[in-house]
Structure formats: structure tokens, C-alpha cells
């Protein structure tokens, strides 16, 4: 009797502390990527809006824009507290050359993701690019 | 010690892989455009694979700009919300006559 009762006190502390530790997240909870890139555009028209390519500037333009975008997205209200997020962003002048920008990542594809931006005008091209690893 | 070794990002190791798979896609092409794809594709998963055989329990992002020489102006930056302690980044720039390459390689610690 007494070996039944502790193996239901057993079960009952370990069913509480597995409430506690999740090592996937629910689906409000996942990086996704359509959502994320209305954040890229917002915070790439702020700063870039209309302007045009400008060599010291432009330093001080890649910055913030990735600046920008990681603290909207730790302070953003889709619950991505157990993400740690990565942005990069390119910005170079339209000059008629060619420019390649490719990725490659090894992750757990259930639970990382990617958004990207690319925005163009007539004077400049910035492509932004994050990406949310979901820490275990 | 040994520890510091196996779970944080050693930026040297890491560059060196970088420096290798460059030269092994690009390092003697002039640019052209129709080979510019593969030549992203290949750097960027020789170096991935490379990464792979360490063996380090880290889950990675390799991300390559190639960029052919005209005059133009290029500038990249990054962001990063990380664990300083574990995780890190790496980027090399390397050019030729007639191309820039700048590759970005980031290690996050499971």
C-alpha cells in the first residue's frame, strides 16, 4: 500500500514539473515568418523612406535598422521570450552590378525559422535578413 | 579548459574554414553572372559541412554576399540576441579584381 501511494506522490511531482519545462514551442509561440517581415518593413521605411545612397550615412542606416528590428522583436507581444534572434542587413548602392545574397543554416527546422526584406529604389537596394533560433 | 573549448564559438577555427572554402569556389573567377548562384550555393554548404565535422553542439547561419567590383558602395551589419558567453559570429571579407565577398558565419550554443 504504502509503495502504491509513493509511486502516485512520484507521479504527481513529476507531471507538475513537466508542465514546467517545455522543449518545443506551441504554434503562437513559433517564429513566423509573415509576421516578422511586416516588422522588417516597418522598421527599414523608417529609417530608409526616400532617401538616397550616401557612403558615412549609410553606416549609421545598417545599424539601426538591425538595431531597431531586434528590440521591436524582444518587446513584440508574440511571445518569443525562449528565442534568441540574429539580423543582418545589407545595404548597397544601385549601380547596375550584379549582387548575390545566399544562406545557409543547420537547425532544428521544427522550431527555427527565417524572415527576410528585400527593399530597392532607384539610388539603393537593403536587404535584411533574421533569424530565430529556439533555445532548448 | 577544455570545456572553453567545446561549448563556446572559437571565431579562429571558424575563419579558417571560411578562408578555405572561398578560395576553393572563387578564388581564381572573375565574376559571371551566370555562375554567380552556384558559386553562393557551394561556399556557403562547403562551409556548413565543414562547420558540421567539428562536431560542436551548436546550431549555425552561414550567409555569403558576393558583389561584382563597379564603383558601387556596400555596407552590412548585424544584430544579435544572444548568449554572449556560448554563442558567437564570424565574418571574413575577401576580393578579388573583380568581385567582393563578404561571408557571415553565426554559431548559437544548444
Same mark, same amino acid.
Given at each position: 500500500?504504502?509503495?502504491?501511494?509513493?509511486?502516485q506522490?512520484?507521479?504527481?511531482?513529476?507531471?507538475?514539473?513537466?508542465?514546467?519545462y517545455?522543449?518545443?514551442?506551441?504554434?503562437?509561440?513559433?517564429?513566423?515568418?509573415?509576421?516578422i517581415?511586416?516588422?522588417?518593413?516597418?522598421?527599414i521605411?523608417?529609417?530608409?523612406?526616400?532617401?538616397?545612397?550616401?557612403?558615412?550615412a549609410?553606416?549609421e542606416?545598417?545599424?539601426?535598422?538591425?538595431i531597431?528590428?531586434?528590440?521591436?522583436?524582444?518587446?513584440?507581444?508574440?511571445?518569443?521570450?525562449?528565442?534568441?534572434?540574429?539580423?543582418?542587413?545589407?545595404?548597397?548602392?544601385?549601380?547596375?552590378?550584379?549582387?548575390k545574397?545566399?544562406?545557409?543554416?543547420?537547425?532544428?527546422?521544427?522550431?527555427?525559422?527565417?524572415?527576410?526584406?528585400?527593399?530597392?529604389?532607384?539610388?539603393?537596394?537593403?536587404?535584411?535578413?533574421?533569424?530565430?533560433?529556439f533555445y532548448? | 579548459?577544455?570545456?572553453?573549448?567545446?561549448?563556446?564559438?572559437?571565431?579562429?577555427? =571558424?575563419s579558417? %574554414? #571560411?578562408k578555405?572554402?572561398?578560395? $576553393?569556389?572563387?578564388?581564381?573567377? !572573375?565574376?559571371?553572372?551566370?555562375?554567380?548562384?552556384?558559386?553562393?550555393?557551394n561556399?556557403?554548404?562547403?562551409?556548413?559541412?565543414?562547420?558540421?565535422?567539428?562536431?560542436?553542439?551548436?546550431?549555425y547561419? =552561414?550567409?555569403? %554576399? #558576393?558583389?561584382?567590383?563597379?564603383? $558601387?558602395?556596400?555596407?552590412t551589419? !548585424?544584430s544579435?540576441?544572444?548568449?554572449?558567453?556560448t554563442?558567437?559570429?564570424?565574418?571574413?571579407?575577401?576580393?578579388?579584381?573583380?568581385?567582393?565577398?563578404?561571408?557571415?558565419?553565426?554559431?548559437?550554443?544548444?
Amino acid at each position: 500500500m504504502d509503495v502504491a501511494k509513493q509511486q502516485q506522490e512520484t507521479m504527481k511531482l513529476s507531471d507538475a514539473n513537466a508542465a514546467a519545462y517545455t522543449v518545443r514551442p506551441n504554434f503562437e509561440e513559433k517564429f513566423r515568418s509573415t509576421k516578422i517581415q511586416d516588422i522588417l518593413y516597418s522598421c527599414i521605411s523608417d529609417v530608409l523612406g526616400d532617401k538616397k545612397y550616401e557612403q558615412e550615412a549609410c553606416s549609421e542606416w545598417t545599424k539601426t535598422i538591425t538595431i531597431n528590428i531586434r528590440d521591436r522583436l524582444k518587446s513584440s507581444n508574440m511571445k518569443l521570450e525562449r528565442y534568441k534572434f540574429i539580423v543582418q542587413c545589407v545595404i548597397g548602392e544601385n549601380k547596375g552590378q550584379g549582387v548575390k545574397y545566399g544562406c545557409r543554416c543547420l537547425w532544428d527546422s521544427d522550431t527555427d525559422g527565417m524572415a527576410e526584406y528585400v527593399y530597392l529604389n532607384e539610388s539603393l537596394f537593403c536587404a535584411v535578413a533574421t533569424f530565430g533560433i529556439f533555445y532548448y | 579548459m577544455d570545456d572553453i573549448n567545446e561549448t563556446s564559438f572559437v571565431v579562429d577555427e =571558424v575563419s579558417n %574554414v #571560411i578562408k578555405e572554402s572561398i578560395e $576553393a569556389t572563387i578564388g581564381s573567377q !572573375s565574376y559571371q553572372q551566370a555562375k554567380i548562384n552556384t558559386w553562393t550555393s557551394n561556399i556557403v554548404e562547403a562551409i556548413l559541412n565543414s562547420l558540421t565535422k567539428l562536431n560542436k553542439p551548436f546550431k549555425y547561419i =552561414v550567409s555569403c %554576399v #558576393i558583389m561584382q567590383k563597379n564603383g $558601387a558602395g556596400l555596407h552590412t551589419a !548585424s544584430s544579435c540576441f544572444w548568449d554572449n558567453s556560448t554563442d558567437g559570429s564570424c565574418t571574413v571579407r575577401w576580393e578579388n579584381k573583380t568581385m567582393y565577398c563578404i561571408v557571415s558565419v553565426f554559431g548559437l550554443s544548444i
